[in-house]
């Protein structure tokens, strides 16, 4: 295992997912982890990126005991820094925050081969991407340079003696080029950890450990949205329980067209899970008569779900004799890093877990098999468990749904519309090979009218916006753009305005995230 201490960058998560893509496995644990509390015995450290300066008198702090042991450590960025600072160099404010590309010189020492150990195999001068506002300007005692930029005289160090390494730069970006090289370089060749990290071997485990937590008779009961966690974490617990496993699906009303007899298809039928269905989706529309904000309809809808489910879960709780002893939860690792980390949870933007009141009372165990796992590696484990590929590449959608897609008021009217533009959108999409390649997309109901001309008749009705982007982590995203996909737009557009009576208007969505968000509510 390699550990990354995690001192609060944005990108501290990348490193870990670059480490488990070279089939490694790794933990990210706040700064404030103490050695002597660790569970297990990292075969390296990483110690991240941070937005503060080590001189902040509230700065996070490394324990001292990392560095007490034999244990190669790679100070990336503030990791480099704190380190320097600990040992002894100097670290200052550079005039101006360096933010961008820069080239690093590489120089090597053939007289002490570890040390070149970092940078092997890569070619000087190699294009790096730089982010800071500090950097060292002196380095700690018995340290060797062994990069250099234009303006950063120890951008890579290394101890003379001691596993220890630095760099400035930001490895886990893909705009450093050679980026995943020198994480590979000291995770594979200083660190000596081996690659034993497949979703294969993590298959086999994990049925094992949920076997062995539920026991020969318990039961647990799951929510599934027809998504991708949810249905992962569905079947790996059917693998691992069978029929103790009992799935609910809770129709809200505002799914996407035909959702719940697909699950249905999927589940029962193709998979043998245990599938309940509740049919709450007037509840869930009658509560949402007359509401416009947006939160206002997430807290309605995170509620509403809660109540449903657990008022779902024990009538199942009652007809199998009370045995229901834990909650299956599909939490990815992103949540888990997100909630454990030292700064707290980051400021809420939106609401967007709806699912968290939900353990308080019902006395039910939580059991999370995917917590370990980043999204590729559940739609990895989703294909190694042999869900069709339609499934595993399915694009998130939001727990309220088509509520937020519908602008301003939900009524059973809007929905349908939004819900029938949206499914012509994405079976165009897939028609024309651009689902994989588009992140996210979807159909918005904008509570606006204008005019049109339809035959010989004037027309005046609603207007559809599609939206379309490609992301890696829905932190940031980038519109879908492209002269074929605009003239696929066109065809989309005149489907929609075709065969969805009230639809009169297409427009596309050209709005980055930031500073819009994906959702337009
Ligand atoms: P935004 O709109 O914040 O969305 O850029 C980022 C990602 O989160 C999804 N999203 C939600 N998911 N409940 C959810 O389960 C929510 O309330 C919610 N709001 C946004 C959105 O679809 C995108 O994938």
Not at 164 to 188: S, W
Not at 200 to 218: D, M, N
Request: with cysteine.
């Amino acid at each position: 295992t390699i550990l990354i201490l995690d001192f609060g960058s944005q990108t501290s998560h990348l490193i870990a997912r670059r480490i488990r893509e070279f089939g490694i496995y790794c933990e990210l644990l706040p700064c404030t982890q103490k050695m002597a509390d660790l569970h297990f015995k990292p075969k390296g450290i990483i110690l991240s990126g941070s937005p503060y300066s080590v001189y902040d008198s509230d700065a996070p702090r490394v324990d001292p005991a990392v560095f007490e042991s034999d244990v190669p450590v790679l100070g990336i960025c503030y990791g480099l820094q704190e380190m320097t600072k600990l040992m002894g160099g100097k670290v200052e404010a550079c005039e101006h925050r360096e933010y961008g590309y820069a080239m690093l010189d590489i120089h090597r020492f053939p007289d002490h081969p570890f040390a070149d150990k970092l940078l092997q195999g890569i070619q000087g001068p190699a294009e790096v991407w730089m982010s800071h506002g500090d950097q060292v300007t002196g380095a700690a005692e018995n340290f060797l340079v062994i990069g250099t930029t234009g303006t950063a005289p120890f951008a890579a160090v290394v101890h003379k003696d001691k596993p220890f390494f630095g760099i400035q730069l930001h490895p886990e970006l893909t705009h450093t080029a050679c980026g995943k090289d020198v994480l590979r370089n000291f995770v594979t060749s200083i660190c000596q950890a081996s690659p034993s990290w497949t979703m294969e071997s993590f298959v086999e485990k994990e049925i094992a450990r949920i076997q062995q937590i539920v026991g020969p008779t318990g039961r647990v009961i799951g929510a599934v949205s027809g998504g991708v966690d949810s249905t992962v974490a569905a079947k790996l617990m059917h693998e691992a329980i069978g029929d103790r496993f009992h799935a609910i699906l809770v129709d809200n009303g505002v799914m996407r067209l035909d959702e719940c007899a697909n699950v249905k298809k999927m589940l029962v039928d193709k998979m043998g899970i245990n599938l309940k269905i509740a049919d709450a989706s007037d509840l869930f529309l009658d509560r949402l008569a007359g509401v416009t904000d947006p939160e206002k309809k997430r807290k309605i809808i995170g509620n509403t779900f809660i109540e449903v489910f657990e008022a779902e879960a024990a009538i199942v709780d009652k007809e199998c004799g009370g045995e229901i002893e834990y909650l299956l939860q599909g939490t990815l690792y992103p949540d888990v890093i997100e909630s454990i980390s030292f700064k707290g949870p980051s400021a809420t933007i939106k609401t967007h877990h709806n699912v968290g009141g939900l353990l308080e009372d019902m006395k039910l165990k939580l059991i999370e098999p995917l917590r370990e796992l980043f999204k590729d590696e559940v739609r990895e484990l989703g294909r190694i468990l042999g869900l069709d590929d339609e499934l595993v590449w399915r694009h998130p959608f939001p727990g309220p749904g088509i509520a937020i897609r519908v602008l301003g008021e939900v009524t059973r009217e809007q929905v349908q519309i939004a819900r029938l533009a949206d499914h012509i959108y994405i079976e165009e999409i897939k028609k024309g090979g651009y689902y994989r390649q588009i992140s996210q997309a979807y159909a918005a109901l904008l509570p606006i009218k204008a005019v049109g001309v339809m035959g010989d008749k004037r027309t005046y009705e609603q207007v559809i916006a599609l939206r379309a982007v490609e992301t890696t982590d829905f932190m940031s995203a980038d519109v879908m753009i492209g002269a074929e996909w605009f003239l696929t737009l066109k065809r989309i557009s005149s489907r929609i305005i075709n065969e969805v009576k009230g639809v009169n208007r297409v427009v596309y969505d050209i709005s980055s995230k930031p500073p819009a968000t994906i959702e337009w509510e």
